[in-house]
């Protein structure tokens, strides 16, 4: 493994996302091209990890048996953050294994979103409190009421800092279960890595520890909510024979890499060079983002869009990405509705290549208010995998026909319209 540090210019400004767009474009190969990581190491500016091991969860009911029996493996650590986390069965089973852990002397952090989790009682809290657990809230009430607005999107469970859990889930029935065998399961992907990502994880997990005044963690104590941002060496890792994948932590927090991943989204879309399959329940982006999707498809890639279909969970949403259709459409996107539970992954598979999962939604709020957490992997087989993941999605959905599409009645139309133009307040 190569870890020959590369110095970048103090101060250098970051790559725009539209420059981001450019550059990815100009490159021979695309996401195949060896310029490729160093480019998206420019704009996040943070190492490329080697990954022992990769596993992809599409099944709620099979992504939380993994956590908890991660958690049950604890010795020293367990780090969990969720914008949600419910008191129903799956917030008590995982309380119930959290608290096993404290009692063979495993330190237990919890970090749930205020908001997010509003409608979970103090009790809840409490009762993990006295089991050992220490929990912290994201922003509560007592913050000012600008900061109300900025929230803890994120979705991580560390253990040990050498396993780590990221992806849509949130802890409640609706994200654990099956929707093989549960009417109200909602449909998300978690991803299981190993290796020292696990420890940027954890840093990641601290920063918003640190702004819900959380006592520091050892090993973690430099980071900080207004701590520096950007390291002054940028690593390259060369890829050793027995990874499965490499890895690149594509995190934002409100006022401090926003604008980079939306950047590395640009990139990604730049550098497509045969196909491009994203899958988001909340589909509201900027107009240059569309405009990007656009020139991809009528370059010759293979676009498609899997967004939510009669299920949603938010229609207005749903109506705010109705406005985009016809305009992708008629450059050749296939956009297909999924109908089996209600969409909540977030995912992005480029070339065979390189694939994206994580928490980030396609819509202002997760690019510029909400701390979010993804995970960029390049590697074939876990880009396989979530190929026939989304393939197998597209099976259980309605595909958009163009010439049905523009027939659609006024009204529809015109409840489109009116939802887009309150694109920057999704």
Known sequence: MSAEPVRREAGRRALAPRAAWRAASALPLGVHDPGFTPLIQRIMRGPVHAVPAVQLFTDGEQAFAAMQQAIASATVEILLEAYIVRDDAVGAAMHQALAAAVR?????????????????????????????????????????????????????????????????????????????????????????????????????????????????????????????????????????????????????RPGRRQREVLTVLACLVGAARTRLWITTPYFAPPSRALAMLRHAALRGVDVRLLLPGHRADIPFIRHAAHATYAGLLRAGVRIMEYEQATLHAKTLVVDGLVTVAGSTNLDSRSFWWNAECNVLLTGAEVAAGMERDFLEDCARGTVIDPAVWAARPWWHRLGDWAARTQRWAL
């Not at 006295?130 to 913050?143: E, P, S």
């Not at 780590?164 to 093989?180: D, L, Q, T, W």
């Not at 449909?187 to 990641?204: N, Q």
């Open 104 to 252: 063979r002397g495993v330190r237990v952090c919890v970090l749930a979103d205020a908001v997010g989790s509003l409608e979970t009682d103090d009790a809840f809290w409490d009762r993990m409190a006295a089991d050992g657990i220490t929990v912290r809230l994201f922003h509560r009430f007592r913050h000012l009421p600008f900061e109300l607005l900025r929230r803890d999107h994120r979705k991580i469970v560390v253990i040990d800092r050498q396993r780590a859990f990221i992806g849509g889930m949130n802890i409640g029935v609706e994200y654990g279960s099956s929707i093989r065998s549960h009417a109200h399961a909602w449909r998300d992907t978690m991803v299981s890595l190993t290796g020292s990502v696990a420890r940027e994880l954890s840093a990641v997990f601290a920063e918003g520890w640190d702004r819900a005044q959380g006592p520091p963690l050892p090993g973690l104590e430099y980071v900080s909510w207004d701590a520096p941002t950007e390291p002054d060496v940028v690593t390259e890792v060369s890829e050793p024979p027995l990874a499965t994948a490499l890895a690149q932590v594509l995190d934002a």
